[in-house]
């Protein structure tokens, strides 16, 4: 079969089942099937695939008709522009979440506010790392920092140190498997975290292939979604230096329930996404 009927057939599949942008996952595994960018689907309309090269594009397609996400499929997710390795034990890095590194970045570049001292290295770390992205990104914007992270998960853990080999930032992180920040050594400069806040209430809210295959303890909290971070805030009151900056991801469901366990906290502040979703909360020590 030729590779534009291949990628048509594929389209109308997906379409038939409901799969959400049939077009964009249809290109995406064919992609994948055969190792190429998109200018080579576009520019070699003609080329036959090999029986192999169609029975893993048909065996691709089916596992994303039952709901496997894409990035679970290929292996891979962009963030903060590196290609990182996914599987099933670690959340799929969002795009929102890159609100957190920007948040961070604003922080340490005075945000018309007080810095981190910049005399002694600044130390950060990411609780409940998952894939590595933040810790990553961090330790890509941040040359000179110190950067921890932390996941009680060890096949997290797994996934989050082939990612930092494979930009070769693995010297300059540091992985601990723990609970949040049990048994680390402060204080730091920024404690940063994309926590489980969904709660088991808005189960039914949550999309289905993320509800089916991605980790539960990566998504959900707890009865009300604030479990993990009732947790964390005291934790990083203490890990922080004074000044220091906890930067969360959180949703617009829990937002003022944050804010209120954040009363004690100076320049407590709300960073809406670009639909304008409360997404990430910072606050300072």
């Known amino acids: 079969m030729q590779l534009k009927e291949s990628l048509a057939s594929g389209i109308a599949s997906l379409t038939t089942r409901n799969v959400p942008s049939p077009r964009l996952n249809a290109e995406m595994l064919l992609m994948f099937t055969l190792n190429c960018d998109r200018a080579y689907l576009f520019a070699h309309p003609e080329r036959e695939l090999t029986l192999d090269e169609q029975a893993r594009y048909e065996s691709a397609l089916s596992e994303r008709m039952r709901g496997v996400p894409a990035q679970y499929i290929t292996g891979h997710q962009e963030f903060w522009g590196m290609d990182l390795i996914v599987t099933p ?4 890095p969002r795009p929102e979440t890159e609100h957190l590194i920007e948040a961070v970045i604003e922080a340490v570049r005075g945000g018309g506010q007080e810095s981190p ?3 002694n290295r600044m130390r950060m770390v990411d609780a409940g790392t998952g894939s590595g992205c933040i810790a990553l990104a961090l330790a890509k914007e941040f040359a ?3 950067i921890h992270a932390t996941d009680i998960s060890s096949a997290a853990l797994e996934v989050a140190r082939a990612n930092s080999a494979r930009h070769q930032l693995e010297q300059r992180i540091h992985f601990h498997q723990t609970d949040l920040l049990a048994g680390l050594k402060a204080p ?3 404690v940063v975290s994309n926590p489980p806040y969904v709660g088991e209430s808005e ?3 949550v999309q289905l292939e993320v509800r089916k ?3 539960r303890n990566a998504v959900f909290a707890g009865a009300t979604g604030l479990e993990v971070i009732e947790r964390l805030i005291p934790q990083a009151h203490a890990a922080l230096r004074p000044g220091g900056w906890l930067m969360m991801e959180i949703s617009g469901t829990i937002a003022s329930r944050v804010q ?3 009363t ?4 407590v502040r709300l960073i809406p996404d670009l639909q304008s979703i409360p997404r990430i909360v910072r606050a300072r020590r």
């Open 213 to 215: 295959f991605e980790p």
């Open 264 to 267: 004690s906290w100076n320049d």
């Open 117 to 119: 001292p910049h005399t």
């Open 89 to 92: 034990a670690v959340l799929i």
């Open 203 to 205: 189960e039914d809210q």
């Open 260 to 262: 209120q366990l954040l």
């Open 188 to 190: 730091f400069d920024f």
């Open 144 to 146: 000179d920092a110190e």
